[in-house]
């Protein structure tokens, strides 16, 4: 079992930057792909950002790449998105995921994610 809790979401004007965060519970985070997806209003959840294990590749979605990086640090159990040049296209809710320990690919479906945390809102005022 593991938890999940977002944060750091927040208003930003944009061009702005923010950073989000997701601490995980349980000792199995260290071999967990985790990921980073994100749902509009109206819209369905999207796969925003996924690492491996050892934080040494990482998949982003079209729409955000060279703007966003994921990052984890398994001492700490966390797993950070930092987003810059933020656009009103970024508003959503973003949700952590995570990955069922020892499956080393970084999925961009949903359904392939096994937890997730409760999501935190960024809202890009243009």
């Known amino acids: 079992q593991m938890q999940l809790v977002e944060s750091g979401g927040g208003l930003v004007e944009a061009g702005g930057s923010l950073r989000l965060s997701c601490a995980a519970s349980?000792?199995?985070?260290?071999?967990?792909?985790m990921g980073w997806f994100r749902q509009a209003p109206g819209k369905e959840r999207e796969f925003v950002a996924g690492i491996n294990w050892d934080g040494n590749r990482m998949n982003y979605a079209d729409s955000v790449k060279g703007r966003f990086t994921i990052s984890r640090d398994n001492a700490k159990n966390t797993v950070y998105l930092q987003m810059n040049s933020l656009n009103a296209e970024d508003t959503a809710v973003y949700y952590c995921?995570?990955?069922?320990?020892?499956?080393?690919?970084?999925?961009?479906?949903?359904?392939?994610?096994?937890?997730w945390g409760q999501g935190t809102q960024v809202t890009v005022s243009s």
């Open positions: 349980g000792r199995t985070f260290s071999r967990s792909v």
């Open positions: 995921a995570a990955r069922s320990q020892w499956i080393a690919s970084i999925a961009q479906l949903d359904y392939e994610y096994d937890y």
